[in-house]
């Protein structure tokens, strides 16, 4: 046991000295880790410093790298002048070169791609155009850095490149797009005389039948005159054009940032379409004069090359035209000058073809603008180079100057249109003047109803093609939609401004109804006041009057534009029709006025012959009426056969038939009335033509041989009698004159039945009984054979 207790102590002993030295060893260690950790914040104070110099050094490394990436840019940026302005220049000088060859008159060399002798090539305009981009992206550069010291002068070099670029690219521009030439060509069709081409003496109706065929389809509408639309640019041009535009289009012609900035753009305004030029001048207003500026130079360039190449190409034609048409006159002057024709025959066919070309210039002018819109879908829309979705990105300041640079361009050729239509007007037809009362010794006024009818037609012929080619016209006119293409977030409840050329349109149409309804006004004012004495007037021999042939011929020539004249009726109010609108008259309204003012002139011109000293004054004037309203009933009346031609021209124009009953009842009765108060004037012969009763014949010495004194002076009294009256009342309508044959035959019957039959029953019943003694052949001269013979010759003076 004893044992077992000091094995026990000694392994506490053990324990206790194991402990001891664990706390020896542990108080050891926590004095090293006091040590270390001194060391270790001694380290760490010597260590902290390089650390932040080392960042610092990173950071500064990093700084300078950035720093060298800016300069080289800026180096870039600065030297872009250098690099830039040599191909600017080349563009420059190319363009220059090739203005001047034009204006020396000499055509440019084919191809003209050398590596010498300064001709511009095709890459040199885009490398020009490269060019122009590098210099608005410097541009925009140094806008960003305007603290930079050398920014100003950096500014002020871009800007004198750039403006050289943008002169070079215009004048490039105008160079290429005055050298094209207009755009249109004759037709093939026209050696052939086929095709689409109108005839000279092609009528009213062939005429809308043409046009109307030709507005149904937009390639014919496109070629509807002599000539038809043409691209005049060959590819290389519209590629370099193409390029032009695209590099300036939009903000590309500016530098800097264009939001914000308003552009000084001058467009003419659209609601000032008034003549202020002279009529034949070439122009009709001077709006279309007036510089285009857009604020986009290169558009600029554009409407005024192509302004001055669409007005020759209008200009050229109508000279073209005119000098034909003077030619074709002259011509007919010498062919009938030994015929007997009339000046105003000469003159309505000069108006005539004045009007007839005034229409093939309005054709003319729409293949033109046809041709210019053709161009500027090619070179200058935005689509022509874009694709649709980037195209609607356009500006819309951008896009008013597109609509504004087209309408320059062909509001000219509307604008000589417009000249041309108003110098035969005012000029060719004198539709300005009015009709002039007659010289006091009754000759004839200056200008005379075929005149003024002649006028008359012409402004119906000329509105007629207003009429039907005007909306196409204004529609090749129009680019409103082009607004419709605007940016996003545009105005949609923005009104559209009208364009000069579509303000021109509308005048076109506008002026011309107002200048026909002068026609038309002086046309009644002429027959109105037609002279009721003179021999034209009032023919010697109550013929029929120059005043009704006058009126036939005015009708004929007006009546095949039914349409056109429903235009004036339905805008403007006229003597004869008040109304306007839908409620406004038809063609058989003027007509008839026409025709009731013609009948007021007939019956003055009958009255006068009552005032005429002579026997025969008052049968001149029922003759004159009979003469002249069956005159009209045969040439316009719905029932009658084809009428007679008198021979001498003075019927032109298009058949035409009144079919309304007012006629027939108006004219009708007067020729009745006339005709009946004329053969009152051989009433008189029956008097003498009375039975002598039985009782009252007796004979000599109770024969059946010869008439007592008595009894053969009743009958002597009455041979005698009908003798002397049938001679004197002969002579007297022997000289009067019925040109129409059916008119002479009908009252050469209606005469002789007056007396005629009743005559030959008294012939044939006395003539068998001897009355006189000696002188029986004088009182039986005239027997019924004669007077048939005689009956025949009347009304055949010549």
């Known amino acids: 046991m004893v044992v077992a207790v000091t094995e026990s102590q000694r392994r506490i002993d053990e324990l206790s000295a194991a402990l001891a030295r664990m706390q020896d060893t542990t108080a050891e260690a926590g004095r090293t880790c006091d040590s270390l950790t001194r060391r270790a914040r001694h380290l760490d104070s010597l260590t902290s410093p390089a650390s932040e110099t080392s960042a610092l050094l990173t950071q500064s490394s990093n700084n300078l790298g950035a720093t060298l990436l800016i300069m080289k840019d800026a180096r870039e940026k600065f030297d872009t002048v250098q690099d830039c302005e040599p191909a600017i220049q080349r563009l420059l000088r190319g363009a220059q070169e090739a203005t001047e060859q034009r204006a020396a008159g000499n055509k440019p060399p084919p191809g003209g791609e050398t590596d010498t002798g300064g001709n511009l090539t095709e890459q040199d305009v885009y490398a020009a155009a490269d060019s122009m981009e590098i210099v608005r992206d410097a541009y925009g550069y140094f806008l960003e850095r305007k ?26 521009v105008t160079h290429h797009l005055s050298v094209a030439g207009p755009a249109v060509r004759i037709k093939r069709a026209v050696k052939g005389k086929g095709g689409n081409v109108p005839g000279k003496n092609e009528t ?46 939009g903000d590309g012609s500016q530098l800097g940032f264009s939001d914000g900035i308003v552009r000084q753009r001058v467009f003419p305004a659209p609601s000032k379409v008034v003549r202020t030029e002279k009529v034949g001048s070439g122009g009709y207003c001077n709006v279309v004069k007036q510089p285009l500026k857009t604020g986009f130079n290169h558009l600029d360039s554009y409407g005024e090359a192509r302004k001055a190449v669409g007005f020759a190409s209008i200009d050229g034609y109508y000279r073209h035209v005119k000098a034909e048409r003077k030619k074709a ?12 024709a009339t000046g105003d025959a000469a003159g309505h066919n000069e108006v005539d073809a004045a009007a007839r070309d005034a229409v093939r210039c309005l054709e003319h002018s729409m293949v033109v603008v046809a041709g210019e819109k053709s161009i500027y879908r090619c070179v200058v829309s935005p689509t022509s180079s874009h694709s649709s979705e980037s195209a609607k990105d356009v500006k819309p300041e951008y896009r008013e100057a597109l609509i504004a640079s087209y309408s320059h361009v062909v509001s000219v050729v509307v604008d000589r249109c417009m000249d041309i239509i108003e110098t035969v007007f005012l000029k060719d037809a004198n539709a300005g003047g009015h009709a ?14 075929r005149t003024r009818a002649s006028a008359a037609a012409a402004g119906l012929r000329i509105l007629d093609g207003v009429r039907m080619l005007g909306p196409s016209l204004a529609k090749l006119c129009d680019l409103s939609h082009e607004r419709q293409k605007g940016a996003r ?123 005429d000293p002579g026997l025969d004054s008052v049968a001149k004037s029922n003759l004159f009426m009979m003469n002249n309203t069956f005159y009209l009933m045969e040439q316009l009346g719905s029932n009658s056969e084809t009428p007679y031609n008198f021979g001498d021209g003075e019927i032109d124009g298009e058949l035409y038939r009144i079919e309304s009953p007012w006629f027939k009842e108006k004219v009708g009765k007067i020729f009745e009335s006339e005709k009946n108060k004329y053969l009152a004037h051989w009433e008189g012969l029956n008097r003498h033509l009375t039975s002598v009763d039985k009782s009252e014949l007796t004979f000599q010495g109770g024969s059946n041989q010869l008439l007592s004194l008595e009894s053969g002076r009743l009958l002597k009294s009455r041979f005698s009698g009908f003798i002397e009256d049938f001679e004197k009342t002969y002579s007297v309508h022997k000289v009067l004159t019925v040109i129409d044959p059916k008119l002479r035959v009908m009252l050469q019957k209606d005469v002789s039945d007056v007396f005629y039959p009743r005559y030959r029953r008294f012939y044939e019943k006395y003539s068998k009984i001897q009355f006189s003694k000696k002188n029986m052949d004088q009182y039986l001269k005239l027997n019924p054979n004669r007077i048939e013979a005689l009956m025949g010759e009347l009304f055949t003076a010549q």
């Open 147 to 172: 603290h930079w010291r050398s920014t100003p002068s950096a500014l002020g070099g871009l800007e004198r490149v750039h403006q050289l670029g943008v002169d070079a690219m215009c004048l490039l």
């Open 204 to 249: 009213a109706a062939d005429t809308r039948i043409r046009l109307s065929q030709a507005l149904q389809n937009r390639d014919l509408m496109k070629s509807v005159g002599e000539y038809e639309e043409y691209l005049p640019l060959d590819t290389r041009p519209v590629r370099e054009l193409r390029a032009i535009f695209e590099c300036l289009g």
């Open 329 to 340: 006159f002259m011509r007919y002057r010498s062919s009938v000058s030994g015929g007997g």
């Open 436 to 449: 002039t009362q007659a010289a006091e010794d009754g000759s004839t006024p200056p200008e005379s109803i």
């Open 489 to 611: 977030g545009a105005r949609d409840d923005a009104e559209p401004n009208t364009s000069v050329a579509g303000n021109l349109c509308i005048a076109i149409h506008r002026t011309t109804v107002k200048n026909t309804a002068r026609t038309l006004e002086n046309l009644a004012k002429a027959i109105q006041s037609d002279p009721l004495d003179g021999e034209k007037h009032r023919p010697r021999d109550a013929r029929v009057a120059a005043v009704s042939s006058d009126v036939v011929r005015a009708i004929r020539l007006i009546s095949p534009f039914v349409s056109a004249y429903k235009s004036v009726t339905k805008r403007r109010a006229l003597p004869w029709d008040p109304n306007i609108g839908e409620e406004a008259g038809d063609m058989d309204s003027f007509v008839r006025f026409l025709i009731m003012r013609l009948l007021n002139s007939l019956q003055g011109k009958a009255l006068n012959y009552t005032r």
